[in-house]
Nanobody
Framework: QVQLVESGGGWVQPGGSLRLSCAAS????????MAWFRQAPGKQREFVAR???????NYPDSVKGRFTISSDNAKNTVYLQMMNLKPEDSAVYCC????????????WGQGTQVTVSS
């Protein structure tokens, strides 16, 4: 059974930092790219970051330069370091596993809440 379990969310003031973790189990990590998405109330889910097995990363302009995705393949864990957080970054952050063979995000975690406010 595949599980993606996020942790590390919480409340932070604008300008602050948080690091999210996503621990994956039940899948062969090397067969997937891992990504983070977020969804705020009343808004569509938004892509935040992605990392391939080889370490290639990509980000949308909204977080580029502030967020960094990384992975520890030995631990099957993906991280999202978020810096200089803004109120508009508040959302539920979910990690997802992109299955290369099918070309889709096949597995999703439940998410962790990030709230940025003063």
């Amino acid at each position: 059974q595949v599980q993606l379990v996020e942790s590390g969310g919480g409340w932070v003031q604008p300008g602050g930092s948080l690091r999210l973790s996503c621990a994956a189990s039940g899948l062969t990590f090397s067969s997937y790219a891992m990504a983070w998405f977020r969804q705020a109330p009343g808004k569509q889910r938004e892509f935040v970051a992605r990392i391939t097995w080889g370490g290639t990363t990509n980000y949308p302009d909204s977080v580029k330069g502030r967020f960094t995705i990384s992975s520890d393949n030995a631990k099957n864990t993906v991280y999202l370091q978020m810096m200089n957080l803004k109120p508009e970054d508040s959302a539920v952050y979910c990690c997802a596993a992109y299955e290369r063979i099918t070309g889709r995000y096949r597995y999703w975690g439940q998410g962790t809440q990030v709230t940025v406010s003063s």
